[in-house]
């Protein structure tokens, strides 16, 4: 158990919906990342928070949006759901700050999410 | 963009083989980190990497980071049933729009026989 926790774990919707998946980090850590693994295009980086402030994008598209609120957990919002966004959704944490092993990432379990 | 290339892409192994994984990149990373994932699962981290040349050992499990900072490997040694999995290799940057982002190989499906 990495200590980050994902909800739901499975979503199902449909075409042009728009849903919210949310992150709590590991106790103590700042840091918060999304990232999508799709089959196709394997583990991508969607974007980074730290301690409730953007801290770098990656190819997240216009129609997802994220934030991290000041208790630290994180919601990814994704809108106008196409069958393509679906994908697993991953939030990883980290402590952040200064020194490279507050970097380390540990990943939590996941959000499948099936567009019809 | 940054790409790594991660080999090989599977590799079908009798228990108590050792294993060897590489990553390449075309960018330098500043870290250098192996993953593994289950099915269903997120990616669990193995090791840590910070420096050029340093080799890390984990158990079972040794990696090392590039003198170039461009490259990584993986050994598993003596592997065991449990080891089956996807590994990943993840190259870290820092500073500027990309700090903390993490840049993923394609991954290497690991089966072992019993």
């Known amino acids: 158990d990495s200590g980050v926790t994902q909800t739901p774990k499975h979503l199902i919707t449909a075409t042009g919906q728009r849903v919210t998946l949310r992150c709590s980090p590991r106790s103590g850590d700042l840091s918060v990342y999304w990232y999508q693994q799709s089959l196709d295009q394997g583990l991508q980086f969607l974007i980074q928070?730290?301690?409730?402030?953007?801290?770098a994008k990656g190819n997240i598209l216009e129609r997802f949006s994220a934030q991290q609120f000041p208790d630290l957990h994180s919601e990814l919002n994704l809108s106008s759901l196409e069958l393509g966004d679906s994908a697993l959704y991953f939030c990883a944490s980290s402590a952040g700050g200064q020194g490279w092993s507050y970097n380390e990432q540990f990943f939590g379990p996941g959000t499948r999410l099936t567009v019809l | 963009g940054q790409q790594l290339n991660q080999s090989p892409q599977s590799m079908f192994i009798q228990e108590g083989e050792d294993v060897s994984m590489n990553c390449t990149s075309s960018s330098i990373f500043n870290t250098w980190l192996w993953y593994k994932q289950d099915p269903g699962e997120g990616p669990v981290l193995l090791i840590a990497l910070y420096k050029a040349g340093e080799l890390t050992s984990n158990g079972r499990l040794t990696a090392q980071f590039g003198i170039t900072r461009k490259d990584s490997f993986l050994n598993i040694s003596a592997s065991i049933p449990s080891d089956v999995g996807i590994y990943f290799c993840?190259?870290?940057?820092?500073?500027?729009?990309?700090?903390?982002?993490?840049?993923f190989g394609q991954g290497t499906i690991l089966t072992v026989h019993p």
């Open positions: 928070y730290y301690n409730g402030e953007e801290r």
């Open positions: 993840a190259g870290q940057s820092a500073g500027g729009t990309s700090y903390g982002k993490l840049t």
